[in-house]
């Protein structure tokens, strides 16, 4: 798939019991993918073994949940978010995604273990796609697209800063209600 592969508008689901597990290593080359994973991007082991684990990023996910993710993942810690990607078809499917770093008997960080399941249809509707379009008008409202998505960072701190969470609590508790001001 390259980045001029069409976009299908149609969606690809998977059961609520099953895990898309991959793993990369450092750099984010990915070096394991689940059947699963082969299955619901339309990839075959071949093709991604050995490829960045971008190969299946959708133009629709923001850039700086992206940055979020690997400053996080850069620094040690491990990462909950929602993910839209996109399958080699240009279908895509969307993901509640547990990032870590995995570690060596030196406890230096040799790569990324993920694993997806499917995401709380209710609090993907409600609150994350709303707010992955602001982020994305805020990034698309920029000529230089590193300047966009460091403005739509600056949007999503600052929306956190008013909920007076930390990314990790927002992830975690939204979709509760009024008392975590949600809604």
Same mark, same amino acid.
């Given at each position: 798939?390259?980045?001029?592969?069409?976009?299908? =508008?149609?969606?690809?689901?998977?059961?609520?019991?099953?895990?898309?597990? +991959?793993?990369?290593?450092?750099?984010?080359?990915?070096?394991?993918?689940?059947? #699963?994973?082969?299955?619901?991007? =339309?990839?075959?082991?071949?093709? @991604?073994?050995?490829?960045?684990? +971008? #190969?299946? &990023?959708?133009?629709?996910?923001?850039? *700086?949940?992206?940055?979020?993710?690997?400053?996080?993942? /850069?620094?040690?810690?491990?990462?909950?978010?929602?993910? @839209?990607? &996109?399958?080699? *078809?240009?279908?895509?499917?969307?993901?509640?995604?547990?990032?870590?770093? +995995?570690?060596?008997?030196?406890?230096? $960080? $040799?790569?990324?273990?993920?694993?997806?399941?499917?995401?709380?249809?209710?609090?993907? /509707? /409600?609150?994350?796609?709303?707010?992955?379009?602001?982020?994305?008008?805020?990034?698309?409202?920029?000529?230089?697209?590193?300047?966009?998505?460091?403005?739509?960072?600056? @949007?999503?701190?600052?929306?956190?800063?008013?909920?007076?969470?930390?990314?990790? /609590?927002?992830?975690?508790?939204?979709?509760?209600?009024?008392?975590?001001?949600?809604?």
């Amino acid at each position: 798939m390259t980045k001029d592969t069409l976009l299908t =508008g149609v969606e690809r689901t998977f059961e609520d019991d099953e895990i898309i597990v +991959s793993k990369t290593n450092e750099k984010g080359i990915l070096t394991y993918t689940n059947k #699963i994973f082969l299955d619901i991007s =339309g990839y075959k082991e071949s093709e @991604v073994i050995g490829k960045q684990h +971008s #190969i299946i &990023r959708h133009p629709d996910m923001p850039r *700086c949940i992206f940055k979020l993710l690997w400053d996080t993942l /850069e620094a040690g810690e491990e990462i909950f978010a929602y993910v @839209v990607n &996109r399958t080699k *078809c240009g279908d895509f499917y969307w993901v509640y995604a547990h990032v870590t770093p +995995s570690r060596n008997l030196e406890n230096q $960080i $040799i790569g990324f273990h993920s694993n997806r399941r499917t995401p709380d249809r209710r609090i993907l /509707e /409600e609150h994350i796609k709303p707010l992955y379009d602001q982020l994305n008008a805020e990034e698309k409202s920029h000529t230089n697209r590193k300047d966009g998505m460091l403005a739509a960072g600056n @949007v999503l701190k600052n929306m956190l800063a008013e909920k007076n969470v930390a990314y990790d /609590e927002f992830i975690a508790t939204v979709g509760q209600g009024k008392r975590r001001g949600y809604r």
